[in-house]
């Protein structure tokens, strides 16, 4: 089962970020680097804050695992926010 990432909309994290058992899944999503339990609940970055930082920076595959094939970060993001809608 595959879970999104609030942050940037990557479609393939293995884990649910917020597990409902609490804290944060500890998986780094290799689109936008985000770690959840760590990025946000140490570093205290909101998803809003780091998506802006992220795209700032231009919205680089920010993982050392090979990236997606056709990977494009615009539309990948655009599916996250047509999911809120
Ligand atoms: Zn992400």
């Given at each position: ?17 917020r ?56 539309a990948?993001l ?8």
């Amino acid at each position: 089962m595959n879970h999104q990432c609030p942050v940037c909309g990557y479609p393939k994290l293995a884990e649910p970020p917020r597990p409902k058992t609490g804290g944060g899944s500890y998986e780094i999503c290799p689109s936008c680097g985000f770690q959840f339990g760590v990025s946000d609940d140490d570093q205290g970055f909101t998803y809003e804050a780091w998506r802006a930082k992220w795209r700032r920076a231009g919205m680089p595959w920010s993982s050392q695992q090979e990236r997606p094939r056709g990977w494009d970060a615009a539309a990948q993001l655009a599916t996250l926010s047509r999911a809120k809608e």
